[in-house]
């Protein structure tokens, strides 16, 4: 995946940008689609089967790398999520957790947050990533 692909997905995102997977015949939608710049619309025409194929990677991944997913992109700035954000906020193990994961993903060789950092994962990345699922488990259960 070339790092534009998550560049402009973060630009559509942060202007309010909402992509969903039509239940019907799977094609994107993309929802309110008036607030974003034509210049980052452009930008997204002629990547838009790496935009797919990056969003059909995402729906396919399993709890854990979602839930790290949503993490990465709150932390970013690029999508909001009230559920992850409560977490870390009341979770200060799971923060560190976090962190330190990302520390690892870095050591790894992740330095664009524009890149998909699933490729720089390692055993001991995904012991933290395992850590931090498990926590946000038990916090969802415990709040449900």
Do not use: C
């Amino acid at each position: 995946m070339r790092v534009i692909v998550l560049f402009v997905l973060s630009r559509i995102w942060k202007f309010g940008g909402i992509i969903e997977r039509d239940k019907n015949d799977g094609q994107l939608e993309l929802k309110n689609h008036q607030n974003i710049p034509n210049e980052v619309l452009k930008a997204a025409d002629p990547i838009f089967p790496e935009i797919d194929a990056y969003l059909k990677s995402v729906e396919g991944m399993n709890a854990a790398d979602k839930t790290l997913w949503k993490m990465i992109t709150v932390f970013a700035g690029w999508q909001k999520n009230d559920s992850i954000t409560n977490f870390l906020n009341n979770d200060p193990v799971a923060l560190n957790l976090f962190l330190d994961y990302q520390a690892k993903l870095n050591g790894n060789g992740w330095h664009d947050i524009y890149e998909d950092w699933r490729q720089y994962e390692n055993d001991e990345s995904t012991k933290f990533k395992n850590e931090i699922y498990a926590r946000a488990v038990a916090f969802a259960k415990k709040g449900a």
